[in-house]
């Protein structure tokens, strides 16, 4: 987008964020998060790749997250569970199993090849590589905010 534009979307983002009176909560946000990444984020994702032919640093780590999140892999997650399409949720739960049976890089690679959920295969060795590492950085650890400036 033009500067001017992406300087006004950036403004008006900040402004409702800042307004106390907005009750916006993360796991509201997450309802269907999978078709959200889909629309929203993977052409800018799948863009940013082509280009420099490597994973997106902080892409991979909100890739890592929605694994984490559909997985339960998460303190809290039992209160906090994914609210989706019935279908995404037992692909995720299957998917989820692979990480005991297979280990983590077998349950990624699973799931950026699940085609059901992205319209293709995205599991490349480069963004498996990635989105696994991420899966670490944020599952072997309670994760907090403060944190993010780790992996930045």
Same mark, same amino acid.
């Given at each position: 987008?033009?500067?001017?534009?992406?300087? @006004?979307? *950036? $403004? #008006?983002?900040?402004? !409702?964020? /800042?307004?106390?009176? %907005?009750?916006?909560?993360?796991?509201?946000?997450? +309802?269907?998060?999978?078709?959200?990444?889909?629309?929203?984020?993977?052409?800018?994702?799948?863009?940013?790749?082509?280009?420099?032919?490597?994973?997106?640093?902080?892409?991979?780590?909100?890739?890592?997250?929605?694994?984490?999140?559909?997985?339960?892999?998460? @303190?809290? *997650? $039992? #209160?906090?569970?994914? !609210?989706? /399409?019935?279908?995404? %949720?037992?692909?995720?739960?299957?998917?989820?199993? +692979?990480?005991?049976?297979?280990?983590?890089?077998?349950?990624?690679?699973?799931?950026?090849?699940?085609?059901?959920?992205?319209?293709?295969?995205?599991?490349?060795?480069?963004?498996?590589?990635?989105?696994?590492?991420?899966?670490?950085?944020?599952?072997?650890?309670?994760? *907090?905010?403060?944190?993010?400036?780790?992996? /930045?």
């Amino acid at each position: 987008l033009p500067r001017e534009e992406l300087n @006004e979307f *950036s $403004a #008006e983002v900040l402004r !409702r964020f /800042a307004n106390p009176f %907005i009750v916006h909560r993360w796991y509201d946000i997450s +309802l269907n998060g999978m078709a959200k990444f889909h629309t929203r984020n993977l052409p800018r994702f799948e863009s940013a790749m082509a280009a420099t032919g490597k994973a997106p640093r902080c892409m991979s780590l909100s890739l890592a997250a929605w694994l984490a999140f559909y997985t339960g892999a998460f @303190e809290g *997650s $039992a #209160e906090l569970p994914p !609210r989706d /399409a019935e279908d995404v %949720i037992a692909k995720m739960a299957e998917i989820g199993a +692979l990480k005991e049976a297979q280990g983590v890089e077998a349950m990624v690679k699973a799931y950026l090849g699940e085609e059901s959920i992205w319209g293709k295969s995205l599991a490349s060795d480069t963004l498996v590589a990635a989105v696994s590492e991420a899966y670490a950085f944020l599952t072997e650890s309670a994760f *907090s905010l403060d944190d993010l400036s780790k992996w /930045a």
